[in-house]
């Protein structure tokens, strides 16, 4: 099942350039996070794609252009926190016109100014996004603003995320993690990914794929925003949005599978997984 989404990745010709490997938009980071945002540019440059900038609060800048060295940033407006700031949201648009793809949440903070910007952006982006973290505790409650969304959208909850977002306790969303899943996609109309033991991918139209990869060791802060970066990429090289979730959550968990082998899951980091991400696409034979 996993294969026939591989196999969609487009092959990298001899003559090709960084443009035609997707451009990808990171809108991420506030004081204590820029890791967060860090992790989820290295991650979308590591699966492939050929320009990833990062959007941050501007008095972070020099922070993510030591951190960053293959990755662009773009500094925007903040609040007196040093978070995004509503202001951003023209510059943010104006910039993801030229892009095939968004992430938007990692490491955000609850800002009640970026927690409106980003619900105006879920509403007014018009390229692919997904939704990770902050990006959708910022939709608490809301499910309208992803449904009145026109354009694709991937949203990664952790099962804390997906109870937030729906109003569920923890316990049911996990006793029937496939049935919640599918039940926010359909109502949604937008691909979900219930991150977790054995993370579930669900579509609108009723697919859904049961990952079997990863383990024990990768419960630990980043991870996430690795998997935000790869879907991201995917879809910003032209996967459509369920495949792009499927192949990053497969190679995401066997990335973690590679580490865990060579040094064992206590000691497992989401930087580790990053640096497998290479093994792991060659292990799929990509």
Known sequence: ????????????????????????????GSPGMTGAAYLTAQAALRAGSGLVTCGIPSSLNDIM????????????????????????????????????AAAIGPGLGGDESTRILVRELVSEIEIPVVLDADGI?????SLETLKRRKQDAVITPHPGEMSSLT??????????????????????????????????????????????????????GGMGDVLTGMIASFIGQGLEPYSAAVV????????????AEEKGPFSMIATDVLEAIPEAFDKAGI
């Open 1 to 28: 099942m996993v294969r026939e989404h591989i196999e969609k990745i487009p092959v990298r010709r001899e003559d090709s350039h960084k443009g035609d490997y997707g451009r990808v938009f990171i809108v991420a």
């Open 65 to 100: 252009e030591v951190k960053l060295t293959e990755a662009l940033t773009l500094q925007l407006e903040e609040t007196e926190e040093r978070c995004l700031s509503f202001k951003a949201k023209k510059r943010i648009l104006d910039f993801c016109s030229g892009c095939d």
């Open 137 to 141: 505790n910022a939709l608490e409650g």
């Open 167 to 220: 109003g569920k306790d923890i316990s049911s969303v996990q006793a029937d993690r496939e049935n919640a899943a599918r039940t926010v996609a359909e109502a949604t109309g937008k691909i979900v990914c219930l991150k977790g033991h054995r993370t579930v991918v669900a579509g609108p139209d009723g697919r859904c794929y049961v990952n079997d990869t990863g383990n024990s060791g990768m419960a630990t």
């Open 248 to 259: 990053a959550v497969y190679l995401h968990g066997s990335a973690g599978d590679i580490v």
